[in-house]
């Protein structure tokens, strides 16, 4: 058990850290610090391809696709200085850490050729289409439609809470290809370009302002019969698979965006006296030690190889930042006191710490609910019995 | 980085785990309990068969010679079975004597400590006075005070060796709620201490020694308190179904499990931390003492809670976790103290 990185892995470090901070004191010097999802997007794209011809974008995936085969150490490792230069999140982070994993795993070596590249240089934009209105939590739910009509799927139907669908260039709609079929049987798992004239896109305005997640409506939206990613009906076990992906080396990354926004709460207590009450100093002292921890069961998780053992720190590991991101929203609001209540920008835009406060309250919700996420903890880490469930 | 045990640490608390398991019983600690707090053969077996009292004690001193990650591996597997018998004395003691005692007293007390010849008790206090090496005061609290065969008394100016029989000493034994872990009031009266040679680092040792040892200890006692809920939610049924399948109740057992998750991280960096003096080995270590002991107490809780009516009984195992818990949080400076200590460091004040 260790916790330092070798000279090699160091020189690494230094070699991330010094283009990153070279990009970002430079030709993108107008990006760095955003923390939203939605800000610049076109810069951000911009931004993307830039990585891409660098070698920076993906570099986890093999070399042949474009990537690196970066270690793991040196992947936890540029996420780590990624965050530390301030270089704001990936707008294409679906098609990175999404869509690229389940195409390299259930993918046609066709579709690899298909679609890597173009993620890998940053050129192709994907956005998610999972959730629909009466399919959130319960995702067997779907019904969104998908149907062969002369050597192409044509679908529809509306899918929900699609993270930046609109600046997005491909969407992969998880859809019911079986008439009459329930739950899990009978989806399938299909990539589509989004500029067609059967897919809408409808922005969805959030509690602070902003609008990253959309609507999304198919009508009689079409893509070619090869689309699919595995086989027909089998969209469930895909769906599954990319679920699996979200856990991994970007939670460091995100940690690090964690890290600046307690850095900027404890700015804000030593600069106007907040750090002298008692109980906002075990406050703070829980934050920095619930963000540390999230560091070491980071790595602990990361460092599990045998992955065929349940792993807790896996499994706890949403619940765990969601719910501390949540409480990190509501320290930095007390920090502030009424200085947070109000901003100068009459488009309803909010600084840093404001603006964490409001979009934290999503956290403990998209990607499975904290009550979700106690049901899999429970069912699948403690081997509770499940559920009974009502329809199927 | 590669924050996964070794093979061999997978080893040692494998045996570990054996060992209390299969010799710090419910019957034995109870019988314990209602003697002086100690199951001396436990004791004795688990320094002269298992031979791991001295884990982070130098092999030419008579140690393993290993690290804080194996203490704290060894400390969890006896916290997970409320083990009575003096761990956290024999981890400090013999590490404050191994950095700062004499040679004599290195030859001397560590043979004897490490072979479960002698209880240790090591306690820190900066209120009795003392003139050179003769002192007068009172210590209060000092685990497993009422059985210690040889103190460490640690003050800023000197820390010494006191022997239980030495004149102008008394020892008042208290019934303490955690009967696992009994505390005695010291009073001394002109008593001679042995000094050690160097004070600070005897000091500087007794922290991670301490604290990871308790962190650790915590850690296990809520692990074992999840997997014992975890089997009664499976065997108990209501309502014609087995109580953990209810949503109310699996929740609670999964907040169990995220919080010891946690604590596990927890225990580890410090561990990791110290051994390898990175990553803020003094932040790991005051957050480790506060997460973990707070964990412990609220999964105990939880376990009395999950359990209804049965986890209130004095027969139920549930009560010991919870007084072993509940000592935990105070004992070495409060969670409130170790919260304030990262904080100050954070916030750019730290001394």
């Known amino acids: 058990m260790k916790l330092g990185f070798t000279p090699e892995e160091e020189e690494f470090r230094a070699e991330a850290a010094d283009w990153l901070n070279t990009q970002m004191a430079g030709e993108f010097a107008d990006i760095k610090g955003i923390t939203t999802l939605t800000e610049k997007a076109e810069r951000r794209k911009e931004w993307e391809q830039h990585l891409g011809e660098h070698g920076w974008s993906c570099i986890g995936w093999p070399k042949e696709w474009g990537g690196r085969s970066a270690t793991l150490a040196q992947q936890v490792i540029f996420a780590e200085e990624y965050a530390r230069a301030g270089v704001p999140g990936r707008v294409n982070h679906i098609g990175i850490e999404l869509a690229g994993p389940t195409l390299l795993a259930f993918g046609s070596e066709e579709q690899k050729r298909r679609f890597l590249p173009g993620i890998a240089a940053g050129k192709t934009i994907f956005c998610q289409g999972y959730s629909e209105p009466n399919a959130g ?4 739910a779907v019904r969104t439609k998908a149907r062969l009509d002369g050597g192409e799927w044509v679908v529809d139907g509306q899918k929900i809470w699609t993270s930046l669908a609109h600046i997005s260039d491909w969407i992969f709609v998880v859809a019911r290809s079986e008439e009459g079929s329930k739950g899990p049987k009978g989806l399938t798992f299909l990539m589509m370009e989004i500029d067609q004239p059967g897919i ?34 089998d969209g469930w076990r895909v769906a599954m698979g990319l679920l699996s992906f979200e856990r991994g080396v970007s939670t460091l990354g995100q940690q690090m965006a964690f890290r600046n926004e307690l850095d900027e709460i404890i700015a804000a207590a030593k600069a106007n006296g ?39 720190a896996a499994l706890t590991y949403k619940i765990q930042w969601a719910s501390w991101r949540r409480s990190l929203g509501e320290l930095a609001m007390d920090v502030l006191g009424q200085a947070g209540e109000i901003t100068d920008n009459p488009e309803y835009e909010w600084s840093v710490l404001p603006n964490l406060f409001l979009y934290s309250r999503a956290d403990t919700i998209y990607g499975g609910t904290n009550q979700i996420q106690r049901n899999l903890i429970a069912e699948r880490g403690l081997g509770m019995p499940r559920e009974p469930r009502g329809d199927k | 980085m590669d924050f996964v045990f070794t093979e061999e640490q997978q080893m040692i608390a494998e045996t570990a785990q054996g060992f209390f398991g299969e010799n710090a019983t419910s019957d034995r600690t109870r019988a314990a309990m209602a003697g002086d707090g100690v199951d001396r053969q436990l ?35 006896a916290g997970y079975n409320v083990a009575a018998m003096p761990l956290l004395g024999i981890n400090i003691a013999a590490a404050m004597i191994a950095a700062g005692g ?20 090591a306690v820190g206090n900066d209120t009795v006075s003392h003139d050179g090496n003769s ?20 003050h800023p100016d000197q820390v010494w060796v006191v022997h239980a029989g030495a004149p102008g000493l008394s020892i008042i034994t208290h019934t303490t709620m955690d009967q696992t872990r009994p505390l005695a009031t010291l009073v001394l009266d002109g008593v001679a201490g042995e000094p050690l040679a160097d004070t600070q680092a005897a000091i500087t040792a007794s922290q991670p020694a301490a604290w990871i040892t308790l962190a650790a200890e915590a850690l296990g006692g809520a692990q074992a308190c999840l997997d014992r809920t975890v089997r009664y939610a499976n065997e108990r049924v209501q309502f014609g179904r087995p109580i953990g399948s209810f949503q109310a109740y699996k929740h609670r057992l999964a907040d169990m499990m995220i919080e010891i998750e946690q604590a596990r991280s927890a225990v580890y960096w410090a561990a990791c931390a110290n051994d390898e003096n ?13 997460f973990c002991a707070d964990t412990f107490f609220k999964c105990a809780a939880d376990m009395i809670q999950l359990h209804g009516g049965i986890g209130f009984t004095w027969e139920h195992d549930a009560h010991l976790f919870f007084k072993r818990a509940r000592s935990i949080q105070t004992l070495l400076k409060d ?9 100050k460091q954070i916030l750019g004040e730290a001394a």
């Open chain 2, 335 to 343: 969670g409130n103290w170790h919260r304030e200590q990262v904080a």
């Open chain 2, 135 to 154: 002192i007068s005061g009172r210590l209060e609290f000092v685990p497993h005070g009422n059985v210690a065969d040889v103190f460490i008394l640690a």
């Open chain 1, 274 to 312: 907040a750090a002298h009450d008692p109980l906002i100093r075990q406050r703070i002292a829980k934050a920095e030690i619930g963000l540390r921890l999230m560091r070491y069961g980071a790595l602990r998780m990361l460092s599990t190889t045998d992955h065929s053992k349940v792993d807790g």
């Open chain 1, 137 to 140: 939590s319960d995702l067997s």
């Open chain 1, 200 to 233: 809408e896109i409808r922005p969805i305005k959030q509690i602070n302002g902003d609008a990253e997640f959309n609507e999304t409506f198919f009508d009689g939206a079409r893509c070619p019969e090869d689309s699919l990613i595995g086989a027909v009906g």
């Open chain 2, 102 to 121: 004499t040679d004599a007293q290195k030859s001397d007390l560590l043979p004897a400590i490490l072979a479960g010849e002698k209880i240790a008790a």
């Open chain 2, 43 to 77: 004791h004795r077996d688990f320094c002269e068969e298992l031979g791991l009292g001295g884990v982070i004690v130098p092999e030419e001193l008579g140690g393993v010679g290993l690290g804080y990650v194996e203490m704290a591996i060894v400390a969890e597997a």
């Open chain 2, 278 to 290: 990175s990553d803020d080995p003094q932040l790991a270590l005051h957050a480790a003492k506060a």
